[in-house]
C-alpha cells in the first residue's frame, strides 16, 4: 500500500498541510502500558513522522486486560519493542528511537527535549511525572501529563483540562501541590473526576486507560497541526 493511499482519509480531514505538519513532527511518550500504548497507535495511525519510546518494562501477564501491544506471543518482550514493530507494521516510514530506560531527575539529561515538537507523559511515578513537567517547563516543550485512569469505569468522565482546574484525582493533588512548590502553576493534564474505587493496587479495564490515550493523542494532534474548530 503506497503512502498516499494510507492517508487519504486523514487527509480529507485534515488536508495536505495537516499530514505534512505531521510527518514532520516528533512526539516522545513516556511510558507504553493502558495509556501510552493507544497514544502511540493513534499517533503512528495519524502519520507523525517520529516517535521516541521511553519504556523499561516488559509486556506482563497482567497488561493483556487493557494494554494494545499486549498479547500471549509478547508476554516477555520489552514494550519499546514490541511498540516499534507494530508501529512499523502501520507505517514503515515513521521513525522511532527506543530508550529502554526508567526516566528519573538522575538521568533526566540523557533525553534532549529541545528535539520534541511535543512530550506525552502516560507513566505512574509522580518523581518521574514531576521531572518530565519541569524539564518541559524548561525547555519550553509542549507536554501533556496523565492523571489517575486506575480504579474507574466511565471513561465519559475523562477530560482534558489545565491542572489549576482538576478535581475527584488524588494524583492531580499531588501533582499541583509539588508542582507550585518548583513555581509551576500550569500543565496540561487528563483527568478523570469520576469518584474513584477504593483498591490496592488499583484495579483497570480494557476501556478507560484505552479512551485516555486516544484522547490525549487527539490534543497532541490537533496541537501539532494548529486545528481550529
Known sequence: MSSEDRYTRTRILIGDDGIEKLRNSRVAVFGLGGVGGFTVEALARAGVG???????????ITNLNRQIIATLDTVGRPKTEVMEERIHSIDPGINTV????????????????????????A?????AKIEIAVKAEREACRLIS???TGNKMDPSRLMISDISKTHMCRLAKVMRHELRERGIVHLKVLFSDEEPLRSEPPGSISFVPSAAGLM???EVIRDLIDWKK
Open 123 to 127: 507513566i505512574d511515578t509522580v518523581t
Open 50 to 60: 517520529s516517535l521516541d519510546l521511553i519504556d523499561n518494562d516488559s509486556v506482563d
Open 146 to 148: 496523565c492523571m489517575g
Open 216 to 218: 490525549i493523542a487527539g
Open 98 to 121: 527506543r530508550h529502554d530506560m526508567f526516566f528519573l531527575p538522575e538521568n533526566s539529561d540523557d533525553l534532549d527535549f529541545t528535539e520534541y515538537d511535543y512530550v506525552v507523559d
